[in-house]
Structure formats: C-alpha cells, structure tokens
C-alpha cells in the first residue's frame, strides 16, 4: 500500500466542463482532464506522444482532445483517432494494429460528492474508496466549498488542520484567545487513522462562538485524521447544531498541498443567511494558516524537519507515523492501536 493507491481530489464537478481541458497534478503527475462524448470524466497524462505539448492547453470537440501543438486527437480511453498530418484516411488508426501504440496513459477516474476523484495506481493493493464528506447535500443541511495552494507538504498540512494550540496564536480572535485553560483529550490511533475526543471544551471559539454557540451550550469536539490526507474536525453545539470542517489535502509536489476544504452545518434558518459570513470567515483563517505554513516550509527546505514534541503533539506523532507507514509502502493499519490521554493549555 502506498500513496498511489489512493483517491485524491483533482477537481470540482462542476469545473469539469464539455469545453474546455483542465489540468491539475497529484504527487507530482500533471494531468489533462476533460469529459469525453458519455460526458464521463477522463484523465490523461498530461504530455502529448507526439512531441510532448501539454494536452491541458488543448481543445474539445464532441468528447475529444485535440492537442494544441500538431492537432492529434484522443479518446477518452487516451487512443490517439486522429493524426491531421496523416490525411484523411487515417480516421482507421485507432483500429489499425500499426497505430496500437499510441495510446496516452490514463488514469482511473470517478466522481462523488461533485468532486472528481483520480487515482494514480493501475493495479492498487486493494480497492479503497474517496472520503465521504459527511452530511453533503443531507436534508437541513448547508455546505460551503473552499480551494486553497499551501507551500507546504501534506503532513505539516493535516497537522495544522487538527492542531488547537496555534489557533489563539494564528487566528487570534477570530477563532480563539489565550485564556490559560485547560484541555484534556484522549488521543487513539487505530486503522489508518487519529481520533481526538476533547473534554471539558468551553466556548473559547473566539467570533465564531456567538454564532455557532449562542446558549454556550455544552460542546462535543472531536477532531479526526483518516489515511492518507483527511482531516475532520466535528462540533455539536447542543441537540441539534453542528458544524464539520472537512478537508481534503492533495500533494501536487513533496512542498505544495492543494487543500480542498468542506464546511458543512446545521443551522436551520442561518443555514444560507450566515452563509457569506462563515465562508470569509473560514477563508480568513485559511489564509493565516496558509501564510504561516508556507513560512514554516521555508525554514524546513533550509534546516531540515528535527521537530520537539510537547504533550499536545501526541496528535502530530500518531499522523506522522501512519504517513510514515505509507511512504514505506506498508498498511498503517496494522500499526499497534494506541490510546493516550493528553492534556496542554490553551
Ligand atoms: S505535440 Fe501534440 S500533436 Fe504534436
Ligand atoms: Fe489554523
């Protein structure tokens, strides 16, 4: 098992259009996508076989590429069915035996939650499928889509998405202030993933608590990373409102992470009224974090990763074994389960 079996986000349905080729990259592959003529989602290495333009620069025409350089069209199986300077005839290359080597490579391909899912590995170790994103399009339910690039690797990435004391730091405020509180939390790692059940939270959430905790309810928080590049991070306020931050971190290069982020909330008649405000909120605090991760890699490329552990990065440990389990090629899920009570300050 490694990180080639898995699904990664490479782009929104909905920017997948019928007329135009996209590209995008995951652990260091370029990509062409484009739908072909069933309007299925199609991704080819991005390199023509002729001379090596990039099919991402291409056109569409009735669900085939053409590409940009000398006009050579593909299929959605990656065949090459069409080489204007061959002539006319050549309309049979596909089926002709000479031609049966110019075929793309392609990459298998699917679509859920309107995100379209590619997964590099031809003949993975076992069939794994996309995170769900929870409550997506669910009755009463609202959700809210964000993309951002950080200069940073996937691990420094879901590391930061799950980790509590840097917010009163990064995002003071906004999302939380130095009150000298303390936090206990029980940390398991088991199956590929980390779970964090926090207690005795109270509603130190900074702007965001008024809105998201006006009776000072009571709050369930519990913060979870999935192999490879998932994190969650779930409040219930309450009986009956809660509020799931899901990201999704893909590797475009070992120092550039494109993180695909879902908010998804309960809150009844402020589901689409609060709208607005939650997504520049949360695009706010992505941006902080962006800022100060890119920073972070700057110094890492320059004096290496030697990190100090405190009791509240027991969390970060238990993601960088289960990622170091991948980069082996080896199943994290058969790492020992491990359970571990922390406590820190925040
Ligand atoms: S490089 Fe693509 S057709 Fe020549
Ligand atoms: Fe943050």
Redesign the pocket.
């Known amino acids: 098992m490694n990180f080639r079996d898995f699904w990664y986000v490479v782009a929104a349905s909905k920017d997948l259009t019928k007329d135009k080729p996209a590209s995008a990259q995951v652990l260091g592959e370029w990509l062409a996508l484009f739908r072909g003529a069933d309007s299925k989602a199609v991704a080819l290495e991005d390199r ?1 076989l ?4 990039r099919l991402s620069k291409g056109t569409i025409r009735e669900g085939r590429l053409q ?6 069209v593909y299929d959605g199986e990656g065949r090459v069915v069409h080489v204007p300077s061959e002539g006319p005839n050549n309309a049979k290359a596909a089926d002709n035996k000479m031609y049966s080597f110019r075929r793309a490579r392609t990459f298998a391909v699917c679509e859920v939650d309107d995100y379209v899912y590619v997964r590099l590995a031809d003949s993975p170790a076992e069939e794994l499928k996309p995170f769900p994103i929870p409550y997506y399009k669910a009755e009463g339910w609202a959700s809210i889509r964000l993309k951002n690039l950080f200069k940073n690797n996937v691990t420094n990435c879901v590391e930061n998405f799950v980790d509590i004391p840097h917010t009163a730091f990064v995002h003071p405020r906004i999302f939380r202030v130095t009150k000298n509180e303390k936090l206990t939390a029980r940390v398991e790692r088991r199956s590929g993933s980390v779970v964090v059940s926090y207690r005795n939270e109270r509603a130190n959430l900074g702007w965001f608590s008024r809105f998201l905790n006006p009776g000072g309810r009571e709050i369930t928080h519990t913060d979870s990373f999935h192999m490879p590049n998932v994190t969650s991070v779930d409040y219930i306020f309450g009986e009956n409102r809660r509020f799931i931050i899901t990201s999704q971190s893909v590797p475009l290069t070992d120092c550039e992470t494109l993180v695909y982020t879902d908010l998804t909330y309960n809150y009844g008649m402020w589901n689409l009224l609060a709208r607005p405000i939650i997504r520049r909120q949360a695009q706010t605090i992505i941006d902080q974090d962006v800022e100060i991760l890119g920073d972070q890699m700057e110094a890492i490329k320059r004096y290496g990763s030697r990190f100090a552990n405190t009791e509240a990065d027991v969390i970060h440990v238990f993601i960088e074994s289960i990622r170091a389990e991948l980069e082996r090629g080896a199943d994290p899920r058969l790492l020992p389960d491990k359970t571990v009570e922390i406590e820190f300050w925040v």
Do not use: D, Q
């Open positions: 023509c002729h001379r090596c333009a590409c940009a350089y000398h006009g050579w």
